[in-house]
């Protein structure tokens, strides 16, 4: 009989319970060696948390077990291989389609019966809940912190570095910072920061700019959760030199609200520009203005930024008067007029 031996722990895990690789490993080995099974091979998932079945061991599993390349799986404990009933019913139907049989070094599990059903169900259910309780203990302890104005670790914002546990200002980049603030409060949109900053080799996309803008860390504040379902915290109090004052990062915020609500042409010259689609290479279209001639022109971003593009550059006149004759295709004068 085949055997696929699966082995997994989390960092905090093998310092906290003492679990490792190699133990698990050993223990698992001398069990098949016991059962006089054949070892197809293993399935590790060092570092990996059991929230999910997302962990690269685990979709290798998964996949060979859709080719039927062993016969039985096994694994120290059940925890090891899942920590949610859900997670843990996919599996077993996974199995039962294909055939193949789960051992646990540890546990009496026998999925060929009702009862061993109920009991492997019963053991992954209360590995979620223990699961489930550590991370609330842990997000109560984070969020107390971050109401007390103290990091939650994690790494430095762009425009700081940590010393001795504390955010203290990287003024190579925090000249860029105040730079992006000062571009987006005088007009210029998201695209333009992220272009101005590749030109001093600083790759950020346009979230990532916009998340920047956004966040308190800039003005002195501390800001926790606040890409989750959790309640976002922001301290009150300034916790580490800010990078920009509060009355620059708070214009930003207003200005960012303003163009969420009714968009960047509200606050742009240039209603066209991101709206309208190149019909050659299908980029957006951007607007600038022509000092030499005093008149608002557009050109596809392809072309203005990689010359990857051959569509000519037109004036805003050109557009609008193409733009109307087609709202009004039967009577253009009449609509114009």
């Not at 009933?85 to 009702?114: C, M, Y």
């Not at 609500?261 to 951007?286: D, H, I, M, N, W």
């Amino acid at each position: 009989m085949k055997v696929a031996i699966y082995v997994r722990v989390s960092t905090d895990e093998q310092a906290r319970e003492g679990y490792s690789i190699e133990s698990q490993k050993d223990s698992v080995i001398n069990f098949v060696k016991s059962q006089r099974w054949e070892i197809y091979d293993f399935y590790i998932d060092d570092g990996y948390s059991a929230k999910d079945l997302k962990r690269p061991a685990m979709q290798r599993l998964i996949e060979d077990t859709k080719e039927r390349k062993f016969d039985v799986v096994v694994f120290y404990k059940l925890d090891r291989l899942v920590r949610s009933v859900g997670d843990l019913d996919k599996l077993l139907k996974l199995f039962d389609k294909h055939s193949i049989g789960i051992r646990s070094v540890t546990e009496p599990f026998d999925t060929t019966t009702a009862m061993g059903r109920f009991l492997i169900t019963l053991v992954a259910a209360i590995a979620q809940w223990e699961r489930e309780t550590i991370s609330e203990r842990v997000i109560i302890n984070m969020a107390k912190k971050a109401t007390l104005g103290e990091r939650n670790g994690g790494k430095a914002p762009f425009g700081y570095s940590i010393k001795g546990g504390k955010l203290v200002i990287n003024e190579e980049e925090a000249h860029l910072v105040r730079e992006m603030f000062r571009m987006y409060i005088s007009g210029k949109g998201i695209r333009q920061i992220v272009l101005y900053l590749q030109q001093f080799g600083v790759d950020k996309d346009i979230r990532t700019v916009s998340r920047m803008l956004e966040n308190p860390v800039y003005c002195g504040k501390l800001r926790w959760g606040k890409n989750s379902k959790m309640t976002e915290i922001i301290s009150d109090d300034i916790t580490h030199p800010p990078i920009v004052d509060i009355e620059t990062f708070d214009k930003a915020q207003k200005l960012r609200k303003q163009r969420s609500q009714e968009g960047k042409k509200a606050t742009s010259p240039y209603p066209f520009s991101g709206v309208l689609r190149c019909a050659r290479c299908g980029s957006a279209l951007s607007g600038y203005y022509k000092k030499e001639r005093g008149s608002k022109h557009y050109i596809c971003i392809a072309k203005k930024n990689k010359g990857t593009c051959d569509l000519p550059i037109f004036t805003e006149r050109a557009l609008t008067q193409v733009f109307l004759e087609n709202l009004s295709p039967n009577d253009p004068n009449k609509f114009l007029n």
